[in-house]
């Protein structure tokens, strides 16, 4: 969910996939943050691209306590009490607690509490950025897709090593 959610964002193949309540159905409902047949308010749709701008922070290694401090801004919104600032994080919600963007916030909460949050990473190729779950034993995945990202950088990287040796 995570990762649909900081990819929902206007990459360079593909655009802002939450511009429209239109347009964001079809994401919101594969991801069950939206009943059948609901339709997303455009609140809705700015808390969700709020929390998508700061997921992005986090991605991006920007854990600084101003992310957190919206983090728990984002959650109290929503009748949620999380504390992402502290070493023991905590969660408390409030009965019936159902909106996008409170479900998107326990989501993160579980992440970071069951400790899968660092395999959720961007590519390394910056062209690209995209957001993937690492799924590798050694936690070392480096692109969304070796295919794309990685098959790209290594003959990028290998190209540039023999123009330096021929020059060198």
């Known amino acids: 969910m995570l990762v649909e959610i900081a990819n929902s964002r206007a990459l360079s193949v593909r655009p802002d996939l939450l511009a429209t309540p239109a347009e964001a159905v079809a994401l919101l409902r594969t991801l069950a943050l939206l ?20 997921l992005n922070r986090l991605l991006a290694g920007g854990e600084d306590t101003e992310v957190r401090t919206t983090l728990n801004t984002l959650a109290r919104r929503v009748a949620l009490n999380a504390d992402f600032t ?3 994080a905590t969660l ?12 998107l916030v326990i989501h993160l909460f579980r992440t970071v509490s069951d400790n899968t949050w ?45 123009r330096a040796a021929k020059t060198g």
């Open 35 to 54: 009943p059948e047949g609901g339709t997303p308010t455009e609140a809705d749709l700015d808390e969700i691209r709020e929390f998508r701008s700061v």
């Open 86 to 88: 502290s070493e023991e």
């Open 92 to 103: 408390t919600a409030a009965p019936g607690t159902d909106r996008p963007l409170a479900r």
């Open 118 to 162: 660092p395999r959720v990473r961007l590519c390394a190729n910056e062209e690209c950025a995209a957001a993937f779950y690492d799924t590798t034993r050694s936690r070392t995945q480096r692109w969304h897709s070796y295919t794309d990202c990685g098959n790209k950088s290594n003959v990028a990287a290998h190209r540039a090593r023999a």
